[in-house]
């Protein structure tokens, strides 16, 4: 198993930055694909970003591109979620996860930090 934890979480004002961590441990070898979901009150969680360990491609859900980057320190076992632009809507407890296989479901969550951006 990979257990991961999420740190980085706070309130910003809209048009503001912040940078989530997510440092794994365990059998971090078996991981092929780190990814960022959200969940906003009421809503389903979503998918964010993802990072290919790799070779470092990366994939975002559009809402986002253009104003977050997904990147990975594989010496630290740690993947980051830059984000910029905040807005309001981008409040949401924001979860890592990570996936042994190329395509399917996550196998391993953190339990989320969270992160408010206010109008």
């Known amino acids: 198993q990979v257990q991961l934890v ?8 809209a048009g503001g930055s912040l940078r989530l961590s997510c440092a794994a441990s365990g059998r971090t ?3 092929h694909t780190m990814g960022w979901f959200r969940q906003a009150p009421g809503k389903e969680r979503e998918f ?12 975002y859900t559009d809402s986002v ?3 977050f980057t997904v990147s990975g320190d594989n010496a630290k076992n740690t993947v980051y979620l830059q984000m910029n632009s905040l807005k309001p809507g981008d409040t949401a407890v924001y979860y890592c996860a990570a996936r042994f296989t190329s395509y399917g479901d996550y196998d391993s969550w953190g339990q ?7 109008s």
């Open 29 to 31: 070898d078996r991981t």
């Open 48 to 59: 964010v970003a993802a990072i290919r360990w790799s070779d470092g491609r990366t994939y």
């Open 112 to 118: 989320g930090t969270q992160v408010t951006v206010s």
């Open 6 to 13: 999420e740190s980085g979480g706070g309130l910003v004002q």
């Open 65 to 67: 591109k253009g104003r």
